[in-house]
């Protein structure tokens, strides 16, 4: 049927306030972005430490260039300038261990950064799908019966989920993998066990390189690792450490080094459930010493 | 518990090697040289009678106040002087009366069951005890001189209560 | 589709993202309460660390008044794998049963070898000699699990002091492995003893850290007691009793001389320097009562008594920081352990737990002071300078007299043997584990360590 006049301009002012609306809000997201909290920078020895700095201190020359290979007699021994077994300064307390590999390679950080309104924080992952599923029904008894038809273009930084919620627009209540209240409780328990099962792929590791020393029981480390569906983790940061005093003060650097290259290396995870990876894509670790 | 009439198996008496305390001697070099020994232990026996006991020898003094006249004995960290002892420094206060051209040195000793440092300074109070009493009863002061050995130098061997006893000891040592 | 339909469906899109953003708008992220802390996760420290020592290399092999460099790439790695094991961090493996390494291995292990033996740690260097007849240690340390380079140093030694070039290795990978500060490359002086209990032989002694190097100083003639290196290892305090008397000295290692350190005709004993080597505190009986004092350590200016009790106030150590001084006194009737400040100010007793406590000694780490603690038996503690924190580190007849490590980390003792009086040198970890006996020729006794060497 063909338009009058009047409801093509009805249409055009219809269209033009849903694309201001649509622009405002695609600002507003950003603007909340920022204001969201800066997180702690993750705590990373820089591979340049290795090649820099040894812990011996200033005077002992270090090896900048490795022993000539093979049977040729070097002319010259490799450290170029004169090395004198004389230490103006006591040794240094060690450098934080390095690290294997760089940590943050750029897509990484910037899922890291985007996900960060909406990861935040990770104990409110239960109520969060609670409103969107919240407001799936409502939309979807609204919807037609269109099915997935026309998704809109993703603003920046709109999480899987809520393409998930609006793919879902128009399917049965719960058809959506976070619906009503039951969602809460499989948060809970997925993280449960997904704490568990972590745990036990970082335990051994840590142990065989965690120090030993007064009052190391102590300390407690927090971390925090994002991970990927599938079990990978593209981060961890390191939060904080309490329980420190003078005594266990000599370990909290190398433990902390320690408990970081433990998940390094445990990764990828086994047994995550992907299903459930919105609840445990980022997981926060609290390690403390027994004895 | 002090008691003079416990009865040693092996009586190992000290005599004298002439210490060099005249005066303090300034050593330049390590090792020292032979003079300047510190107090040895000797085992004589003042009864041997194999040769004649020179009046106001050591070995004289020793005959003279009778086993055991030579020490009195202590409790665990005290250095108080008791009635036995006070009898036991009045005889060798009568002996230094009777050879006023000796002197004497009065040796605190403790026993091991004590760490070192204060052990010299628990024998030091020790001799300086038995050293006061005899001075209150009339000998001078300038003739007698202290030392500690602190746990150093035991005269009974074991590790148990009786040992540690005769250990807990202050020494008189004459010299002329 | 209609328009109307059309619109619907934006319509309800925008719904849902506003929705949305009405959800993220309105959880700003606040702290996790702590309800929501994570659980807690639970590992034990206390595993060996597996690191593997093969020789190092020579590459171009040499002889030197220390003998060939071959072998001494070997002895190197023999001393840095005895300090590892001996610091009860480390399991060790090698050089002995280890194949030998290429020199292009010394920078480009060969980790997969490495992984299957298992080791968790490599350390691989080489031996070269210079010119000038010095010779080059380079050593480097490996994570064999990351397959990567944790540190490498190099040093410059002349033959003879090879020991200290393989101490200063096992130094820097201990600390790095540990966080600890180093203390292999340092000596300790001591009382070597022989003969019977009641004529003991005491001679002044000094050796390296693991016991080698070992040299007597006094020949036993007379007693010697309670050495202590300066800090700077120019001279030990120590107490002799060459002229009769308890006396201390300060013994000049290179000249071989010694002087009294104070002209008075008491007795002084206990010797201790201050962390900078200024200042000597030592006991002095006067008239029978002892007290502690302090002087120059130059022999100028006038003792400072800083103890004035009618008890005996003995020993002393002072802290790190110089500032002040921890003692024994039984002033209040048995002997305790007491802090005052470096001029003899605010003395107060910091020991209350049941028996008698002797013998402290501040930690160079100033978090800790060790004791003897005497109940019965003699045993070795820690506590904090506030007398809290009471731990007993060991557990025999009789252990007395702890010195620190320079590190802090470690303590040293002496153990005598009920009965025989025969005495040995002993060395805990400061959580109490590692309990080994120090090697030395003879029995040994007061054992006193030096700082790390420059």
Redesign the interface.
């Known amino acids: 049927m063909a338009m009058d006049r009047a409801e093509k301009l009805g249409l055009g002012a219809a269209l033009g306030g849903h694309v201001v609306l649509l622009g405002a809000f695609a600002l507003g997201m950003m603007a909340s972005t920022e204001a969201t909290p800066k997180q702690e920078s993750i705590s990373v020895s820089l591979v340049g430490e290795i090649a820099e700095v040894s812990t011996a201190p200033d005077a002992i020359q270090e090896e900048s260039a490795p022993p000539a290979p093979g049977e040729t007699a070097p002319a010259e021994p490799p450290p170029a300038p004169a090395p004198v077994m004389q230490i103006e300064k006591p040794v240094e307390k060690p450098q934080a261990r390095p690290v294997p590999k760089p940590e943050t390679a750029p897509p990484v950080a910037k899922v890291a950064v985007k996900k960060e309104p909406v990861k935040q924080p990770p104990a409110k992952a239960a109520p969060r799908p609670v409103k969107t599923a919240a407001v799936t029904p409502k939309t979807t008894k609204a919807a037609t019966a269109t099915g997935k038809g026309t998704t809109p273009a993703k603003p920046g930084g709109l999480s899987r989920s809520f393409e998930d919620s609006i793919n879902n627009i128009g399917k049965a209540p719960g058809a959506g993998k976070a619906v009503g209240t039951p969602a809460a409780k499989t948060a809970t328990e997925v993280r449960r066990s997904v704490g568990v099962s972590i745990a036990g792929q970082i335990r051994s590791r840590v142990r065989a390189c965690a120090p030993s020393g007064v009052d190391i029981n102590k300390i407690e480390t927090f971390v925090t690792l994002s991970l990927e569906p599938s079990g990978k983790l593209t981060s961890v940061r390191f939060d904080k450490q309490i329980g420190l005093n003078d005594s266990n003060q000599p370990q909290a650097g190398p433990l902390k080094d320690c408990i970081l290259q433990a998940v390094r290396a445990a990764s990828p995870y086994d047994g995550l459930d992907p299903e459930y990876h919105d609840v445990w894509k980022t997981h926060a670790l609290r390690l403390r010493a027994t004895g | 518990m002090k008691t003079h009439t416990i009865k040693m198996a092996v009586l ?1 008496l000290a005599s004298t090697a002439l ?3 005249c005066g ?9 040289a ?1 003079e ?6 000797t085992p004589t026996d003042p009864n041997a009678g194999t040769g004649q006991i020179v009046p106001g020898s050591q070995e004289d003094f020793l005959q003279q106040v009778g086993q055991f006249g030579d020490r009195i004995l202590f409790d665990t ?1 005290r ?1 108080n002087v008791d009635v036995e002892d006070q009898a036991v420094l009045q005889r060798q206060a009568q002996w230094l009366a009777q050879y006023p051209n000796t002197r004497a040195i009065v040796e605190g000793h403790a026993d ?7 052990n ?3 024998g ?2 020790r ?3 038995a050293k ?1 009493y005899l001075v209150s009863i009339g000998v001078d002061a300038s003739r007698i001189q ?3 050995y ?1 746990k ?4 009974a ?3 148990d209560e009786q040992a540690w006893a005769q250990n807990r000891r202050a020494v008189t040592v004459t010299v002329r | 589709m209609s328009l109307f339909a059309l619109h619907r469906k934006l319509a309800s899109f925008l719904l849902l993202f506003l929705g949305a953003q009405a959800a993220i708008a309105q959880t700003p992220p606040p702290p996790a309460p702590a309800s929501d802390e994570p659980e807690l996760v639970e590992f034990d420290t206390s595993k060996t660390r597996s690191i593997a020592v093969p020789a190092l290399v020579a590459p171009a092999p040499a002889d030197t008044p220390a003998g060939n460099s071959v072998a001494l790439g070997r002895q190197i790695a023999e001393v840095i794998s005895s300090d590892l094991r001996a610091s009860g961090v480390f399991e060790t493996q090698g050089p002995n049963g280890l194949r030998a390494i290429s020199l292009s291995e010394v920078t480009s292990p060969q980790f997969d070898y490495w992984k299957a033996r298992p080791v968790e740690q490599l350390v691989q260097g080489f031996v070269r000699v210079g010119g000038d007849g010095n010779l080059t240690v380079g050593c480097y340390l490996y994570d064999v699990g990351f397959g990567n380079e944790t540190t490498r140093l190099g040093f410059n030694v002349p033959p003879r002091e090879w020991r200290r070039a393989a101490h200063k290795c096992a130094d820097a990978i201990y600390s790095r492995l540990t966080g600890e500060l180093p203390f292999f490359d340092s000596r300790i002086a001591y009382i070597a003893e022989t003969g019977p209990k009641n004529k003991r032989i005491k001679r002044l002694a000094i050796m390296d850290s693991d016991g080698a190097n070992h040299r007597f100083i006094t020949n036993g003639q007379s007693t010697a007691l309670t050495p202590r290196f300066s800090p700077n290892y120019k001279s030990i305090l120590y107490l002799s009793y060459v002229d009769g008397n308890p006396r201390i000295y300060v013994y000049d290692i290179d000249a071989g001389r010694q002087r009294l350190i104070t002209q008075s005709s008491n007795p002084t004993f206990a010797p201790r320097w201050s962390p900078d080597g200024q200042t000597i505190l030592y006991s002095m009986a006067v008239s029978g009562n002892t007290d502690v004092y302090k002087i120059s350590a130059t022999g100028s200016g006038s003792p400072v008594k800083l103890t004035s009790s009618p008890g005996i106030d003995v020993g002393g150590s002072f802290s790190p920081d110089g500032r002040q001084i921890v003692f024994e006194s039984d002033r209040s009737g048995s002997q305790q352990i007491y802090v005052m400040n470096a001029d003899g100010s605010n003395q107060r007793r910091i020991s209350f737990g049941s028996g008698r406590y002797a013998t402290p000694e501040w930690s160079p780490r100033a978090d800790l002071i060790a004791f003897t603690r005497i109940a019965g038996d003699f045993r070795v503690g820690t506590m904090r300078p506030d007398g809290s924190g009471e731990r007993l580190l060991t557990n025999s007849w009789q252990d007395e007299a702890p010195s620190w490590a320079p590190n802090g980390r470690v303590i040293q003792f002496f153990r005598t043997a009920k009965g025989s009086g025969k005495t040995s040198i002993w060395q805990v970890d400061l959580t109490g584990s590692n309990e080994r006996r120090l090697p030395t020729p003879v029995d040994g006794s007061d054992p006193a360590w030096g700082p790390v060497l420059p």
């Open positions: 190992l210490i060099a305390g303090k001697k300034k050593v330049d070099v390590l090792p020292p032979a300047g020994t510190d107090y040895g232990q960290d250095f091991e069951r004590g760490t070192r440092d204060y010299l300074a628990l030091e109070r001799a300086n005890s006061n202290t030392v500690s602190g150093e130098r035991p005269t061997l074991g590790s």
